[in-house]
């Protein structure tokens, strides 16, 4: 199984969108995903149309020696489960923040679900700030996968990122931490700034940067509310093609010949 983190410091980039229709779109291409919710906030819980819980978030797990396995949960999605998240979670900023082991914590509580043979992919919805719980799954991830909207504080965040990871490097807690890839967000094809925005970003990172824009679309928004993926939501809408593309490029890049050629 591959961890992916999917984060951005920045809130509002279309983070937790990212990580619950990526993850949908998996699973409808028969790929086993486990969807980490570890946003305190839990819209990738909601987002959904599933209830949060007490006891329901990874927080029993990461302080105290309750097994992750015991919080997985099914969707009603064929191939997608989900480890909810609750408020619960803010209080690990806390906890965790006081233990030695802080930065690999969140590591030792995956592992054993890595080596479980249950999941393809475990993909994690960071919370949007540089505190225990992304650094944590930055210290844990194989792959971190960077949306960023198109923007002009879009390229702020990405430098502020790329800045994280490799202090997460250089400290030893994960010198193996990949910078996979970089989503562009809420794109307006209408608008000259988008435009450059993503230029600039090709510019600058082209061997990361994915060919798939995700379009700015009133579905897209509309989604969560119902508590549903965009693919469940409008499925033949232009939201639903971009993930569904981006789906297909994320496992293009895994393939063994795109491994090699890299």
Known sequence: MRIVAIANQKGGVGKTTTAINLSACLAQRGVRVLLLDLDPQGNATSGLGIAQEDGGSLYPALVSNIEAKKLIRSTRLPNLSIIRSHQELAGCEIELAQQGNHLIRLREVLTPLRYSGHFDYLIMDCPPSLGVLMTGALSAADELVVPIQCEYFGLEGLSKIVNVVQQIRDCGANPNLNLEGIVM???DSRANLAQQVVSD?????????????IPRT????????FGKSIIEYDPAGRG???????AEEFLARRTPAAQAAA
């Open 185 to 187: 967000t809420m794109y």
């Open 201 to 213: 970003v090709r510019n600058y990172f082209s061997e990361i940067i994915y060919n798939t824009i």
């Open 240 to 246: 639903a093609q971009a993930y569904r593309a981006l």
């Open 218 to 225: 009133i579905r897209l928004g509309e989604a969560p509310s």
